[in-house]
């Protein structure tokens, strides 16, 4: 069983506990993180634009692409560590979603955790990026909270129902 579990700072130790809770032991599984890519290109756009570039190794890109590096290798190495099983870590770069759909390719299940408002039930519970891939994954998604989920009270009330159905003609 192929199983990718998209690791984001906020939220990677309730995709990796629901991988080691739900997954055989024997499960292919691939710790996913993934840099945006528009972040050190923005500094390095910057740096060009007002600094020129007659100094390329001020460009705060670089040293954001480094620090980003570092970063995910990090938290890679504690999701591993966590997990305590054999796995796969994956860096990738570029638009989350995008890289998280392409990543899942292939895969029997993704991993996901709510990224949201998760102060209550219902669709605000997950970030753009996360909907985009609950909506696009071309496998089954593991859909966690991070946190112990709210009280059904938090759902939003049913819509109001009309006195009369509207007719069809």
Do not use: N, Y
């Amino acid at each position: 069983m192929a199983v990718v579990v998209w690791i984001v700072e906020a939220t990677w130790t309730a995709c990796v506990d629901a991988a080691r809770t739900h997954t055989p032991a024997h499960a292919d599984i691939v710790l996913l993180h993934v840099t945006p890519a528009d972040i050190p290109g923005a500094a390095h756009g910057a740096f060009a634009g007002l600094l020129g570039r007659g100094h390329p190794e001020r460009d705060p890109g670089t040293r954001l692409e480094h620090l980003a590096a570092a970063s995910a290798q990090q938290l890679l190495q504690a999701a591993a560590d966590r997990l305590d099983r054999p796995c796969t870590r994956m860096e990738r770069t570029g638009r989350i979603e995008r890289e998280i759909i392409v990543a899942a390719q292939g895969a029997e299940l993704l991993i996901v955790a709510r990224d949201g408002d998760r102060s209550r039930l219902g669709p605000r519970s997950l970030g753009p990026a996360s909907r985009f891939v609950v909506d696009h994954a071309p496998c089954p998604v593991l859909l966690v909270w991070p946190e112990p989920a709210p009280g059904l009270k938090t759902m939003p009330p049913p819509p109001p129902r009309h006195p009369h159905p509207p007719h069809h003609r």
